[in-house]
């Protein structure tokens, strides 16, 4: 238990790492990124839970849709540059709303459940 949790705790780090670094690097170069920081945004947090499910450790729900979030986001913003669209995704409101309706879901699926 005690070496899951030392991995996990290992994966996080590097995660964050990587995360500050990527998130450095695309505020360093100017211009428009079309998307791509919140690409590599997704990338990461969804590589994070990869590697835990690959070891069995438990994947965190809340990272898992942050991550998707952040892809979905970064794929609209780099399909609409490409298609020379203006489309305008924040992603807090965004991740605010999606978060509360997974809370919402998974509780009323939990109570279905226990009926």
Do not use: C
Request: hydrophobic share 55%; net charge positive.
């Amino acid at each position: 238990m005690n070496d899951i949790k030392t991995l996990n705790q290992r994966y996080e780090t590097v995660a964050w790492g990587v995360l500050f670094l990527w998130i450095g690097a695309v505020w360093l170069v100017p211009g428009e990124h079309f998307g791509i920081g919140w690409l590599g945004i997704g990338i990461i947090f969804l590589g994070l839970n990869w590697a835990r499910h690959l070891r069995r450790i438990p994947t965190n729900w809340l990272s898992i849709t942050l991550g998707m979030i952040a892809l979905i986001l970064g794929a609209v913003k780099l399909l609409a540059s490409l298609l020379k669209l203006h489309v305008e995704l924040p992603f807090f409101p965004v991740s605010l709303v999606v978060i509360g309706a997974i809370l919402l879901i998974r509780t009323v699926v939990k109570r279905e459940q226990l009926n």
